[in-house]
T-cell receptor
Framework: QQPVQSPQAVILREGEDAVINCSSS?????VHWYRQKHGEAPVFLMI?????EQKGHEKISASFNEKKQQSSLYLTASQLSYSGTYFC????????????FGKGTKLSVIP | GAVVSQHPSWVICKSGTSVKIECRSL??????MFWYRQFPKQSLMLMAT?????????EQGVEKDKFLINHASLTLSTLTVTSAHPEDSSFYIC??????????FGQGTRLTVV
């Protein structure tokens, strides 16, 4: 079942913040976040496994709610290099290995 | 991290011909690899799961006779698009999850059928 991502697109000025959401109707085993630039392979950002987990690196962080049905990606003080399409990939069960990706959120950061 | 190498990066072929795309794991053994297709401005859609030494598992709606997958070794999976048509033009990308953590993607192959 494909996770639902929102918003579909967002335009930011450098330095502004953004939140991208990913939700599922059922509890997930894990959620992954990737960023893809046009014509390139997706680049891994982070993975969340535990309900209530929050993690981050520099100005990009993510959370996974207690019920493990909703995750958010937080981009703070955005930079031009943050532009791209962000996908969440969800894993339904342990050992399934298979990821189902949301439709993506196109983020454009302008000067 | 693990390295997945996909070849070619792009290919243009005539309608009716077949095209083979290779996906190699360079520094790990991959018993399972995943093949995705991505149309412009759309999501990555899983086509099939490639299993070393056995038949691939195809997602609903994906024609297995048209998209032939072979995973004959622990480091190589191939996707052959047979009798390609313009509607098969897309970005094809493979991935593996060797450590059951993040997915490592190949560089992708842009297929254009003319």
């Amino acid at each position: 079942q494909q996770p639902v991502q929102s918003p579909q697109a967002v335009i930011l000025r450098e330095g502004e913040d953004a939140v991208i959401n990913c939700s599922s109707s059922k509890a997930l085993y894990s959620v992954h976040w990737y960023r893809q630039k046009h014509g390139e392979a997706p680049v891994f950002l982070m993975i969340l496994l535990k309900g209530g987990e929050q993690k981050g690196h520099e100005k990009i962080s993510a959370s996974f709610n207690e019920k493990k049905q909703q995750s958010s990606l937080y981009l703070t003080a955005s930079q031009l290099s943050y532009s791209g399409t962000y996908f969440c990939g969800t894993e339904n069960g342990a050992g399934s290995y298979q990821l189902t990706f949301g439709k993506g959120t196109k983020l454009s950061v302008i000067p | 991290g693990a390295v997945v190498s996909q070849h070619p990066s792009w290919v243009i072929c005539k309608s009716g011909t077949s095209v083979k795309i290779e996906c190699r794991s360079l520094d790990f053994q991959a018993t399972t690899m995943f093949w995705y297709r991505q149309f412009p401005k759309q999501s990555l859609m899983l086509m099939a799961t490639s299993n070393e030494g056995s038949k691939a598992t195809y997602e609903q709606g994906v024609e297995k006779d048209k998209f032939l997958i072979n995973h004959a070794s622990l480091t190589l999976s191939t996707l052959t698009v047979t009798s390609a048509h313009p509607e098969d033009s897309s970005f094809y990308i493979c991935s593996a999850r060797p450590y059951n953590t993040e997915a490592f993607f190949g560089q992708g192959t842009r297929l254009t059928v003319v």
